[in-house]
Structure formats: structure tokens, C-alpha cells
């Protein structure tokens, strides 16, 4: 009789360590994932407005057949004041540069459980002449 309540305790117990091992690893593998995509959208955000010139939009892509990203540019200035009693010669000052805002969102996951992350940022464009 002892020996089938000391089998059933380490029943017990194993169940109990099996589940917390197996939580322990499921969620390894979830913080590599964000891992992983924090390093994409970094690598993006990086890369917009240096590869091409920064200019409002979107674009999106599939990272490793596995994580979807987006990319969205908009116009972040604030509307253009009136000149001050300084400025004297507006005519010949370079263009101020424009605010851009970026946001950067890469996806992943099933239906049931979707995973993001998200980066924003502000980055200037300086403005062509004319």
C-alpha cells in the first residue's frame, strides 16, 4: 500500500516539475521571438531614409517567412509660422528640414495568438530646393 501512495506522489510531482520545465521552454522560445523582431524593426527603422529618401508612404515585406512588417511615413511638421520681425530675407534661406514620423510594425504568430512589436521615431528630411 505505501508503495502505490509513494508512486502516486511521484506522479504528482513529475506532472507538476513536466509543466513548469515545459512553460520554462515555451517561454524561451517567445522572448526569442521578440528578440528576433525587435532586431528587424530596428534593422528597418535603421535603414529608412538612408536607402532611399524618406518620403510619406508605406511598404510592407515578410522577414523569414514567418514575421510581416510594415512600414508607414507621415508628415510629422508642425504647420509653417508666419515669419517673425527677423527674418528679414526669407527668400534666400534654405528650406527647413521636415519632420517625419516612422513607425515600424513587424508581426507574427497564429490567429489565435498574434504577437507584435512596435518602433516609432521621428527622423528629418531635409527638403529639396524649389
Given at each position: 500500500m505505501e508503495i502505490l501512495v509513494a508512486f502516486s506522489i511521484m506522479a504528482i510531482a513529475l506532472t507538476v516539475l513536466l509543466r513548469i520545465f515545459g512553460t520554462g521552454?515555451?517561454?524561451a522560445v517567445i522572448s526569442e521571438e521578440y528578440t528576433?523582431?525587435?532586431q528587424?524593426?530596428?534593422s528597418l527603422m535603421a535603414r529608412t531614409?538612408?536607402?532611399a529618401e524618406l518620403t510619406a508612404g508605406e511598404s510592407q515585406g515578410t522577414?523569414?517567412?514567418k514575421y510581416d512588417w510594415q512600414i508607414v511615413v507621415s508628415d510629422a511638421s508642425p504647420a509653417p509660422s508666419r515669419p517673425g520681425?527677423?527674418?528679414t530675407n526669407t527668400d534666400q534661406q534654405a528650406p527647413a528640414p521636415a519632420l517625419m514620423s516612422v513607425r515600424v510594425t513587424v508581426?507574427?504568430?497564429e490567429e489565435e495568438q498574434p504577437r507584435s512589436v512596435e518602433l516609432h521615431t521621428l527622423k528629418l528630411?531635409?527638403?529639396g530646393p524649389g
Amino acid at each position: 500500500m505505501e508503495i502505490l501512495v509513494a508512486f502516486s506522489i511521484m506522479a504528482i510531482a513529475l506532472t507538476v516539475l513536466l509543466r513548469i520545465f515545459g512553460t520554462g521552454v515555451n517561454n524561451a522560445v517567445i522572448s526569442e521571438e521578440y528578440t528576433i523582431a525587435v532586431q528587424i524593426a530596428e534593422s528597418l527603422m535603421a535603414r529608412t531614409g538612408v536607402e532611399a529618401e524618406l518620403t510619406a508612404g508605406e511598404s510592407q515585406g515578410t522577414e523569414g517567412d514567418k514575421y510581416d512588417w510594415q512600414i508607414v511615413v507621415s508628415d510629422a511638421s508642425p504647420a509653417p509660422s508666419r515669419p517673425g520681425l527677423r527674418d528679414t530675407n526669407t527668400d534666400q534661406q534654405a528650406p527647413a528640414p521636415a519632420l517625419m514620423s516612422v513607425r515600424v510594425t513587424v508581426a507574427w504568430g497564429e490567429e489565435e495568438q498574434p504577437r507584435s512589436v512596435e518602433l516609432h521615431t521621428l527622423k528629418l528630411q531635409q527638403q529639396g530646393p524649389g
